[in-house]
């Protein structure tokens, strides 16, 4: 199992109260698709989750699964831009 670490981290926005989390790893991203993600379920979701999985286990590059877990994030209105 790899990290799989961004070359840039991604500013998301968390919880009830809109912390600010910097994620830095594809393994951080699934973290937050798997267990705190507003949205779940959606196309953007899916698919966030598939890329991150398989960056995690070295199938794709981090920085595939970052720009497609951006699209989901932004999709899910959680992305600071």
Do not use: K
Not at 23 to 28: C, G, Y
Not at 49 to 75: M, N, T, Y
């Amino acid at each position: 199992m790899y990290d799989a670490w961004f070359s840039r981290p991604v500013p998301v926005s968390t919880g009830l109260s809109g912390d600010i989390r910097n994620l830095l790893s594809a393994d951080q991203a699934l973290d937050l698709l798997i267990h705190h993600w507003r949205d779940p379920g959606s196309q953007a979701h899916r698919s966030a989750l598939r890329a991150c999985r398989q960056a995690v286990s070295g199938g794709v590059s981090a920085d595939v699964a970052r720009e497609i877990f951006v699209e989901a994030a932004r999709a899910a209105r959680i992305l600071i831009e």
